[in-house]
């Protein structure tokens, strides 16, 4: 009987933590008086990162700081976004977006 790799064993455990714990995304704009904040808390896995920011281009926004924390199994970003015109994000549509576009990919 074949019971694969250890490789196998360890892909199979990181897909049943990220299906436990799925990437969560908020959007405050209250904390800050000059940007929205997009919070990505989530399980780290190879191109998370890369997904995020690439939704934010995706909708055409500016990235004007960002926090990145993690623990190594674990990960919290921070982004203050604004749009094509320097100011926060109030287009329900957008903000929609961004929440949901971590949980599509």
């Not at 360890?10 to 405050?28: A, C, Q, W």
Request: with cysteine; aromatic share 6%; charged share 25%.
């Amino acid at each position: 009987m074949d019971c694969g790799s250890l490789a196998d064993i360890d892909d199979e455990y990181e897909k049943l933590v990220i299906g436990m714990n799925p990437p969560r995304v908020t959007v405050d704009n209250n904390s800050s008086r000059r940007a929205t904040l997009v919070k990505v808390d989530s399980a780290n896995k190879n191109g998370s990162l890369l997904e995020v920011v690439q939704a934010l281009i995706d909708l055409n926004l500016t990235v004007s700081r960002a926090y990145i924390t993690s623990d190594g199994d674990w990960f919290m970003d921070v982004f203050h976004v604004v749009d094509q015109d320097g100011n926060k994000l109030y287009n329900n549509e957008v903000i929609d977006r961004i929440q949901q576009a971590q949980n599509m990919r």
